[in-house]
């Protein structure tokens, strides 16, 4: 099985940097997904990780540990329309390819 | 470039009517879907995924099932509708190199 835990929520000035962390523990790891839903949409794909390190994308980076089962998500010069849910799936070893998501962090960007 | 549908957007049905929704996907070959179901307040829920036409795994036992009668086709049913099935279903894909995983925009059903 898998537990995978990020904060409910979070909030954040706009122009900020937020940090969004995710931990897990799993038998096995293929990769990690972060995610971005906004409320009643379906979640959109940010990254994908597998290796240890940042991945940079933008205003967007996601890191990876996969030895200490850590990742976060960061978020420079936020804008109003970051705020969002953002979750957080992990996929356990065995060539499923089946990602399992945590409860997701819902982030407020105040002005 | 893929794209993924799913209709209708919206449903709205009885307990103990059927269900039938429907998830399609251009511009990949040979893609693994998912369908996800996401209940008020709570996390995406894996409900079953398929590798290929005709290959379905469930991960959770309850009273609905799902089809893939088409590479790039998945159809999630019931045959009666239970008010826990209310939610947000998602359908997405994955591609042969696993690294993007995608979704389509959802259907939102409410059993009443």
């Known amino acids: 099985g898998q537990n995978i835990d990020q904060p409910t929520e979070m909030t954040a000035t706009e122009g900020a940097i937020v940090q969004i962390n995710c931990t897990y523990q799993t038998s096995g790891f293929n990769g990690l997904f972060w995610y971005q839903q906004h409320a009643g949409e379906a979640p959109t794909f940010l990254s994908y990780n597998v290796l240890d390190g940042l991945e940079e994308k933008g205003r967007f980076s996601s890191f990876l540990s996969r030895s200490k089962g850590y990742s976060y998500l960061l978020l420079k010069e936020l804008q109003m329309k970051d705020s969002a849910s953002y979750l957080c799936a992990v996929e356990d070893g065995g060539g499923s390819y089946i990602p399992t998501f945590g409860r997701g962090t819902s982030l407020i960007v105040h002005p | 470039s893929q794209t993924i549908h799913q209709w209708p957007a919206t449903l709205v049905q009885p307990v103990g009517s059927p269900l039938s929704l429907e998830c399609t996907v251009e511009g990949t070959s040979n893609p693994n879907l998912y369908w996800y179901r996401q209940a008020a307040g709570r996390g995406l829920q894996l409900l079953f995924y398929s590798v290929g036409i005709g290959q379905i795994s469930s991960e959770v036992p309850q009273n609905l099932s799902a089809s893939r009668p088409q590479d790039r086709q998945f159809i999630l049913s019931s045959k009666k509708l239970l008010l826990s099935d209310s939610g947000f279903y998602l359908c997405?894909?994955?591609?042969?190199?696993?690294?993007?995983?995608?979704f389509g925009p959802g259907t939102r059903l409410t059993v009443t």
């Open positions: 997405a894909w994955r591609g042969l190199a696993r690294d993007e995983q995608y």
